[in-house]
């Protein structure tokens, strides 16, 4: 199964929860867009344990760290969805987007219509803060209006259980996992939360 993690915004927490989501199912890695240094793979590789998950390299490794669309202006490159081919692996694949769900490959794509394009299931990761609310459920009407299937929502941050109740409430959606404010993100750190969410993982 290939799971495309996608977020509310740039830093709601999309590497944290990749490297959970890889060592709990050891499977593979795989950012099919980078812009800018360091690479979220480096991250990942170092965050888990297990042997059997594979890091895959990059489609585009973008120097600027910004919006693909410009990063990949600045290169003098081309992105185009129809460019990118899937790893060949028969592991699960955790599929990190860049940035939010409509964040730019180009003039007409963004990084959401990369989910369909690898029939992946979506899993979003939403940080809690002051406007949290609204942009999550811009992003899942986004999601449900491209009907895109959605394994459910990873919640990243200090606990807001009346956010995370209304965002449930009115998206619909399961609460795949709350990640806390962590003082230090290591090794244990993730093995911790791995079994978190393999107890809920169906």
């Known amino acids: ?55 895959h390299r990059e489609t585009f490794f973008l120097t600027t760290a910004a919006s693909p669309h410009a990063a990949a202006a600045i290169d003098g490159i081309e992105i185009n969805v129809s460019k990118f081919l899937k790893p060949q692996t028969a592991n699960n694949l955790i599929i990190e987007g860049a940035g939010g769900c409509l964040v730019p490959l180009n003039n007409d794509e963004f990084v959401i219509d990369l989910a369909p394009h690898f029939e992946a299931h979506v899993i979003l990761v939403a940080d809690l803060y002051l406007g949290s609310i609204n942009h999550t459920l811009l992003t899942c009407h986004e999601l449900a209006s491209r009907k895109l299937n959605v394994k459910g929502i990873i919640f990243n941050g200090p606990s807001n259980t009346e956010s995370e109740r209304i965002i449930l409430h009115h998206t619909g959606l399961s609460c795949l996992l709350k990640i806390a404010r962590e003082e230090k993100i290591d090794k244990p750190t993730v093995n911790k939360y791995a079994g978190l969410i393999k107890k809920s993982w169906v």
């Open 1 to 55: 199964m290939d799971y495309f993690v996608t977020g509310i915004d740039t830093d709601s927490g999309k590497t944290l929860a990749s490297a959970i989501l890889c060592e709990a199912l050891e499977a593979d890695y795989w950012k099919p867009v980078q812009a800018g240094a360091p690479k979220d793979s480096d991250t990942v590789r170092s965050l888990i344990s297990n042997q059997r998950s594979v890091i």
